[in-house]
């Protein structure tokens, strides 16, 4: 029997707001920040800093400070999860004591990892979106995807989820600790890509991009020091990222979406290309390893730099490899109001939402516990909304 159930818990609602983490007017805060440009509410009261620069196709550094990052139209969110999660237990929740952490709201990275809002299993229970995509790439451990139009999946060690919300979805996100006999490490980006006007209502929808279909590019002659690239969207020279869903704003050819992750060698260089489109926003993150220079510009880890898109710009690596994180696209240039999980362009699309959730729950929860996991040996998969299944061996 399926249970239809509707969450109205917004600290579960307000699943991704690690910056909101022990405020109980969390969805008041947003709605009361819902006025302003997204890029406004994601730099208003946070902690950065615009940092010298040398050559204007960098104009401009910011220093990150607490997640989210900064993000620029047409991106809304960015985080970069790390956790180093013992062995798992019977249940693959963490085998370790949970003792004064903040279960429900647990963010502070006591031992070098978090709960978030699981209370057994680390992750994010069910929580709704409506508005707008979120692109989750798993860089390392599990994640097991449930959602409320019964569709489901398990996937890691590089794959990345791409889920469009669209008019309505709930979904859970939950890190399976498989691992009895050893560490679980699980490191994770996830990111928000706005939907524009027309689209912010088309039916909810995920692809799956499978770590074999991302391409990873390699530059670096012989017995040279390498980067390499890998392009979850965009293209670069003749060579494709795997297509969007459907109605992304990044299956649009002119809005030149690109999502690149880019590691580089100790004392690597890479000529990182002009973008196509000379309007995109354009920024590069460096979130590990040591420094790099882009285009003259000092760039520590903790830091991003925003380019100029209409030139190239060299990188440099210094003595310690690096790893960057490039979100870059054309702005949809539309008004953003935000109020938690919910993207829109007015007010008055904001209320609906709220409305239309309650009221449906976005399709109901039919699943029988908020945070679903997948038996510990289930190898990786997806089940679509459609019943189509993909398997990875």
């Known amino acids: 029997m399926k249970h239809l159930r509707r969450q109205r ?22 709605i009361g920040h819902g006025g302003l440009p997204l890029a406004a509410l994601a730099t208003d009261g946070r902690s950065f800093h615009r940092g010298a620069v040398s050559d204007d196709t960098v104009f401009e550094v910011l220093r990150l400070g607490n997640p989210p990052w900064v993000t620029f139209d047409p991106f809304l969110f960015c985080v970069h999860h790390l956790d180093r999660y013992p062995p798992g237990n019977e249940k693959m929740g963490p085998m370790a004591s949970l003792k004064g952490r903040n279960i429900g709201m647990d963010f502070e990275g006591i031992d070098g990892w978090r709960m978030y809002h699981g209370d057994e299993i680390p992750g994010f229970p069910r929580h709704p979106h409506r508005g707008f995509e979120t692109i989750t790439l798993a860089r ?20 990345c989820q791409w889920m469009t919300a669209g008019g309505g979805i709930v979904h859970s996100e939950m890190f399976p600790l498989v691992k009895r006999d050893a560490e679980n490490p699980t490191e994770l980006f996830q990111i928000w890509l706005n939907l524009p006007r027309e689209d912010k209502m088309v039916d909810p929808y995920f692809t799956m991009l499978w770590a ?27 060579r494709p990222a795997p297509p969007p869903p459907p109605s992304s704003w990044a299956s649009r050819p002119e809005a030149d979406v690109a999502i690149w992750i880019i590691v580089l060698e100790a004392g690597a260089e890479w000529k990182l290309p002009a973008a196509k489109s000379p309007d995109a926003n354009r920024t590069l993150y460096c979130f590990e390893g ?9 760039l520590a880890v903790g830091h991003a730099a925003r380019l100029r898109p209409d030139g190239e710009a060299t990188i440099e690596c210094g003595d310690a490899p690096a790893q960057l994180l490039m979100l870059q696209g054309r702005p949809i240039g539309e008004p953003v109001v935000q109020y938690g999980p919910f993207v829109m362009n007015a007010p008055g699309e904001i209320k609906a939402a709220i409305v239309d959730y309650q009221r449906t729950g976005f399709g109901g929860w039919p699943w029988d516990r908020d945070g679903p996991v997948h038996p510990r040996d289930k190898k990786r998969f997806a089940i679509h909304a459609d019943g189509r299944e993909e398997a990875v061996e």
């Open 9 to 30: 818990n917004w600290r579960e609602i307000n699943a991704f707001f690690p910056h909101s983490r022990g405020r109980e007017d969390t969805a008041a805060w947003a």
């Open 212 to 238: 074999d279909s991302i391409p990873e590019l390699v530059f670096g002659g012989e017995g040279e020091p390498k980067t390499k690239v890998s392009m979850i969207a965009g293209a670069l020279g003749d």
């Open 290 to 298: 040591g420094t790099v220079s882009v285009a003259g510009t000092e």
């Open 140 to 159: 390392q451990g599990y994640i097991d995807h449930s959602d409320s139009l019964g569709a489901t999946a398990r996937f890691g060690h590089g794959d």
